[in-house]
Structures are given as C-alpha cells and as structure tokens.
C-alpha cells in the first residue's frame, strides 16, 4: 500500500507492527478485539484531524505516533487526569463530524500499555530511537520534551516546570507567534474537574490501529451523541462503529 505523503502532517507509520495495523477493516478490527470486549474505551474528537484528497491528515502533535509507538501526551488533556487513563484502557481518536461524508470517522484505536507521571518520567522511559522520534526540539509536532536538568525526583514539583525542559522546536505546533507558551500545558496540566495532574499514556504498538482514510464512522442510534470522554465498554464502542458505504 503506498501511503499518502503531504506536507506539513504527521506521516504515517512505515514500520511494524504499526504499518500492519494501518486501515483494518472493521471485520478484522472486531475479530482482533475479541477478548477484549469487557475493556474500557475513552473516545474523543480530534480538532487536529483533516480530511484531504480522500486521505486523513494530523496536522497536530498529539496522538504521535512516530518512532514505532503511539503517545497520547499532548491532546486530552483533561481525559488524562481521570483514574480510568492507565493501563488496559483503550483510547480512541474520531475526526469532527464534517472529516467523512457519514459523520465522526475513526481516525486510530490504542491499547494503552504503560505511563508516566511526567514528562520527565516519559523522556526516561522511552528507548532512544523514540525519543528522537518525538523530540519536541526536534521536530514541529513533537510530543515528548527532553529535560536540560537531572532531577531526582521524576514526580516532584521540578519536572512540572516547563524552564527544566528544551523549548519546542521553531514552528512547532503548540508554540505558534499567537499563544507561544501553550506548549507548557504539555509539560504541567491540572484538571479543573479532577484537581489531579494528566498521565502521559503509551500504547501498545500491537494494539494500536490507524486508519488513513475514512473508513469506519461511528454511527450510533438516531440521537446516541457521539460518546466523547465517557468511558463505554468495548463490545457497545464496536457497536456504535459502521463501515462506510464504498470504502475499501
């Protein structure tokens, strides 16, 4: 499969076992999934998402999925203060309702497989190559910021503050001239409903899915809302999913 290339967008994995997962039909999703029907799933809709040429384009940092892994540690942010975000749990990005000719059309499904506490932790955690990857110093859509201190403590007070950590690269998507700093909610982010600092989630490359086309929509009963930052188990998130009429 010879995958879309555009400027100024996340590319899409070329590597295993991510390029494997990419455009599942959703017979083969649900197939995957089967004994994992009792899971939890956390949905949202991504603003980042465009639709362009028939193909699906992140222009944001998060979810990034470069370097081999998928991390969510730059959007949901209030999602991933809740206890639910840890490991086991599934997460999942849709597009907005005008991304398919159907409506809300799955953009990627992740298992999430490990965390950190901060983006200290994270950096620590992350093998080198896919610090690299994800380097906010290096790359416009970064998600992971490498500290400029040694800290003892990868929780305490020191690894929330963004002035511990490189400065996102020129360009970069969350240091744009008209709100240079939104970048420091990456590092240090409360929840105003949860008053609980936000986990930075790994998934679980063979339990991650992408899609770069639309695809699959979520496509519930007339009057179901699409069930954005509810919790939901993954027997109903398969449920509410439907294929979309000519796709391949």
């Known amino acids: 499969m010879d995958l879309p290339t555009f400027p100024n967008y996340q590319p899409f994995p070329t590597s295993e076992p991510l390029r494997t997962n990419l455009d599942v039909s959703l017979d083969s999703l649900r197939l995957r999934l089967s ?59 849709f597009t907005g309702v005008h991304g398919t000719r159907e409506g809300n059309g799955l953009f990627y499904l992740s298992r999430i497989e490990d965390s950190a506490r901060s983006q200290y932790g994270l950096w620590e955690k992350l093998p080198l190559i896919v610090r ?26 020191e690894a929330y503050d963004p002035t511990n950590y ?35 989630l790994i998934g679980e490359p063979g339990m991650t899915f992408i899609w770069t086309r639309p695809l699959i929509v979520h496509q519930g009963p007339r009057g179901e809302k699409h069930p954005r930052f509810r919790p939901i188990e993954m027997s109903r998130y398969l449920d509410l999913l439907r294929t979309i009429p000519g796709s391949k």
């Open 35 to 93: 004994s994992h029907r009792s899971d939890e799933v956390y949905s949202y809709v991504m603003t980042s998402v465009r639709t362009h040429d028939g193909f699906f384009q992140q222009e944001g940092c998060g979810p990034n999925f470069q370097g081999g892994l998928l991390t969510v540690c730059s959007c949901m942010h209030q999602v991933r203060t809740y206890d639910g975000a840890k490991p086991g749990v599934w997460v999942s990005g």
């Open 132 to 157: 690299l990857a994800k380097a906010a110093h290096l790359d416009p859509r970064g998600d992971v910021f490498e500290p400029r201190v040694v800290l003892e403590d990868p929780e305490g007070d």
């Open 166 to 200: 490189k400065r996102p690269i020129p360009g970069h998507v969350h240091a744009q001239p008209e709100d240079p700093d939104h970048w420091h909610r990456d590092i240090d982010y409360v929840g105003s409903q949860t008053d609980k600092r936000q986990v930075f």
